[in-house]
């Protein structure tokens, strides 16, 4: 089955920098990359999502690459605001009901 | 639109005793499922449901049951409850990317 490994599992940056996020996937069957923002107490949210036919998207701050070749995807997140911390999940779906998700990283955004 | 709804939010069980989870959703999603996430282990799925009327086992089944009554709700049951079993459980539903619910503390003593 999937695996989706995500790296590093906590990141802390000062405002006004950029954080990146690297997860990577091993079933080259894998055709949606989702983002998910978790904050405290309340359930994951999507924040941006890849299909496997592009290679980058972006929506103002927050930014999504995929390396098909690689395997691997990243999310970028630039002029960082204390309201971006929390936790984000990557994820990677095989099929229509195989999501599989990364472990997680905790992303603190010093003032 | 309220999106995925799930009650309670928290809850207290004692070993052997048995509970269900409920789920609603108000997006006419043929798709929900039920994930459980502990620290460091990210989520995972229990079961899903594909439609109405289907359900099948995800990563960690053992130990819960699952019914799709209708459309709109999807339930978790626990049999019979266990300290394993105590985490945070999340209900989604989708049709591309999911919505989750708010989530709830489950803690089995």
């Known amino acids: 089955g999937e695996n989706v490994e995500q790296h590093p599992s906590t990141l802390s940056v000062q405002e006004g920098d950029s954080a990146v996020i690297k997860c990577t996937y091993s079933?080259?069957?894998?055709?949606?990359f989702p983002w998910y923002k978790q904050e405290l107490g309340k359930g994951p949210q999507l924040i941006i999502d890849?299909?496997?036919?592009?290679g980058e998207k972006k929506d103002q701050r927050i930014a999504v690459t995929l390396n098909k070749t690689a395997k691997h995807f990243s999310l970028h997140i630039t002029e960082t605001q204390p309201e971006d911390s929390a936790v984000y999940f990557c994820?990677?779906?095989?099929?229509?009901?195989?999501?599989?998700f990364g472990a997680g990283t905790r992303l603190t955004v010093k003032p | 639109n309220a999106g995925v709804t799930q009650t309670p939010k928290f809850q207290v069980l004692k070993t052997g005793q048995s509970m269900t989870l409920q789920c609603a959703q108000d997006?006419?999603?043929?798709?929900m499922y039920w994930y459980r996430q502990d620290p460091g282990m990210g989520l995972r799925l229990i079961y899903y449901?594909?439609?109405?009327?289907?359900?099948d086992k995800g990563e960690v089944p053992n130990g819960y049951n699952v019914s799709r009554l209708n459309k709109r709700e999807f339930s978790l049951r626990l049999e019979s409850a266990a300290p394993s079993q105590t985490s945070v459980y999340f209900c989604?539903?989708?049709?591309?990317?999911?919505?989750f619910g708010s989530g709830t503390r489950l803690t089995v003593v």
């Open positions: 994820a990677a779906r095989v099929a229509n009901n195989d999501m599989r």
């Open positions: 079933d080259s069957a894998s055709n949606y």
């Open positions: 997006m006419n999603h043929n798709s």
């Open positions: 890849i299909r496997s036919n592009v």
């Open positions: 449901s594909a439609s109405e009327g289907t359900t």
């Open positions: 989604a539903s989708s049709e591309l990317g999911y919505t």
